[in-house]
């Protein structure tokens, strides 16, 4: 089994909710309307997603496992279809998503440092967060106790101000 999806599906997938977007009409009308359909179903399909993982974590006998699995994958197909359509939507509304995007997983990326000094080491253990090597990319994750990915001490957030237009939310009555 391939574990890294390609990035190829995942364009043409974009592209398919593009289509599906433009054909229903989603970028006419008030912007704002339209993000907050958007958003609805995206908490639509999240709740639908945890209740399936939920139902397949559940220790009850009548839970149908495999459809619990199959609920799973389809919530989160829909969740990225959903997702997409935010952004495609943001896009519409002028933000500049695309960017945005570059910026936000290249910082990320920022998140995992080749060394660690002694003195940030203390600290990270002292928070109860563990630094991880990972020999195939030559960088440290710090772990909490969750197993959450943690921001080093010398993370800088992402800057996308520029990105953003300044006109969405004027006249908000």
Known sequence: MNKKIDSNAIAAA???????????????GDPREGLDLQLDLIWEEYTETIAAMD?????????????????????????FVVVVGLLQK???????????????????????????????WNWYESQKWTPVYNDSYGKFVLKDENGKSRKPINYCPVNIYDLVPTTLFKEVV
């Open 14 to 28: 974009f592209d398919s909710v593009y289509e599906f977007n433009d054909i229903s009409k989603q970028f006419e």
């Open 55 to 79: 139902d397949g974590c559940s220790g009850y006998p009548n839970i149908d496992r495999r459809t619990a699995e199959v609920e799973l994958l389809d919530g989160a197909c829909d969740l």
């Open 90 to 120: 943001l896009q519409n509304a002028g933000f500049n998503v695309q960017e945005a995007l570059q910026r936000v997983t290249d910082n990320n990326l920022s998140k995992f440092p080749t060394s660690i000094n002694p003195q940030d």
